[in-house]
């Protein structure tokens, strides 16, 4: 049995930062693709950042320069440093990973960014 556990949400000021971390644990071979996704209230789950298992990444245009994603492949997780926070980044973020063709999701952190 697959599982991803996230951690790190919480509530930050405007301007501020937080660290999620998404560990994969159980019978997965390591992960192709890791990434992270957010849902805010009444809007649909969108691609936050995407990591490739050679190290290439991808961001939503909201986040470029403020996020960044990075990963441990020895450790199968995946991490979000995220700076600059605004209140529209207030959502609650789902790590998910691909591996042989099967796509796994966390059960979501809550990020509240409010003053």
């Known amino acids: 049995q697959v599982q991803l556990v996230e951690s790190g949400g919480g509530l930050v000021q405007p301007g501020g930062s937080l660290r999620l971390s998404c560990a994969a644990s159980g019978s997965i071979f390591r992960p192709t693709v890791m990434g992270w996704h957010r849902q805010a209230p009444g809007k649909q789950r969108e691609s936050v950042a995407t990591?490739?298992?050679?190290?290439?990444?991808g961001y939503a245009d909201s986040v470029k320069g403020r996020f960044t994603i990075s990963r441990d492949n020895a450790k199968n997780t995946v991490y979000l440093q995220m700076n600059s926070l605004k209140p529209e980044d207030t959502a609650v973020y789902y790590c998910?990973?691909?591996?042989?063709?099967?796509?796994?999701w966390g059960q979501g952190t809550q990020v509240t960014v409010s003053s």
């Open positions: 990591i490739f298992s050679a190290g290439n990444t």
């Open positions: 998910n990973a691909l591996s042989k063709g099967s796509n796994y």
